[in-house]
T-cell receptor, first 114, second 111 residues
Framework: DVKVTQSSRYLVKRTGEKVFLECVQD?????MFWYRQDPGLGLRLIYF???????EKGDIPEGYSVSREKKERFSLILESASTNQTSMYLC?????????????FGPGTRLTVT | GDSVTQMEGPVTLSEEAFLTINCTYT??????LFWYVQYPGEGLQLLLK?????DKGSNKGFEATYRKETTSFHLEKGSVQVSDSAVYFC??????????FGSGTRLLVRP
């Protein structure tokens, strides 16, 4: 079974702090994604990566950056956390071989910025 | 741009009732369509998919048919169980292979 793990289930940070959210997948997937989930808005794509050291902006990249130094790990960084970044963050991965469309999701990190 | 619209929730049903969650989409071309489910405290998992017009996706008693003429992909189940209580997301895959999600519909099934 594909497993996508996220470093924390719950996180509380203060405004202005630098925040790191880590995601690790164990299926050698090329593609990895970061979403945020907010009530009534569904999931919105923040950033994605097609390969190591490659990154592409999604629909709402402002205030976020990412890092992918190893294939299995994709990190989301909030350089200076703000209260409007309080949300559920979901990581996902997908094979890049073109035969599978399924994205596999981690359990999510609920981030509260006070 | 591409978008997905699904019915607002919550949807509250009694056990063994019939379920329909409506989903319509706007896209160029004929995208692949998906239903994902999120159980309490968990991430999303793929429930079913359809990759071309008239395809029917099915899993765990749930079904959805890709209707090109009405640009719809409604989710149905003949008899829901308490364990089906979750949030359901309709999604399409755009031309860049990214998923675009609807806003989600919460389903609550009462015993």
């Amino acid at each position: 079974d594909v497993k996508v793990t996220q470093s924390s289930r719950y996180l509380v940070k203060r405004t202005g702090e630098k925040v790191f959210l880590e995601c690790v997948q164990d299926m050698d997937h090329e593609n990895m994604f970061w979403y945020r989930q907010d009530p009534g808005l569904g999931l919105r794509l923040i950033y994605f990566s097609y390969d190591v050291k490659m990154k592409e902006k999604g629909d709402i990249p402002e205030g976020y950056s990412v890092s992918r130094e190893k294939k299995e790990r994709f990190s989301l960084i909030l350089e200076s956390a703000s209260t409007n970044q309080t949300s559920m963050y979901l990581c996902a991965s997908r094979s890049g071989d073109g035969r599978s469309y399924e994205q596999y999701f981690g359990p999510g990190t609920r981030l509260t910025v006070t | 741009g591409d978008s997905v619209t699904q019915m607002e929730g919550p949807v509250t049903l009694s056990e063994e009732a019939f379920l329909t969650i409506n989903c319509t989409y706007t896209a160029t071309g004929y995208p692949s369509l998906f239903w994902y489910v999120q159980y309490p405290g968990e991430g999303l998992q793929l429930l079913l998919k359809a990759t071309k017009a008239d395809d029917k996706g099915s899993n765990k008693g749930f079904e959805a048919t890709y209707r090109k003429e009405t640009t719809s992909f409604h989710l149905e189940k003949g008899s829901v169980q308490v364990s089906d209580s979750a949030v359901y997301f309709c999604a399409l895959m755009d031309s860049s292979y990214k998923l675009i999600f609807g806003s989600g519909t919460r389903l609550l099934v009462r015993p």
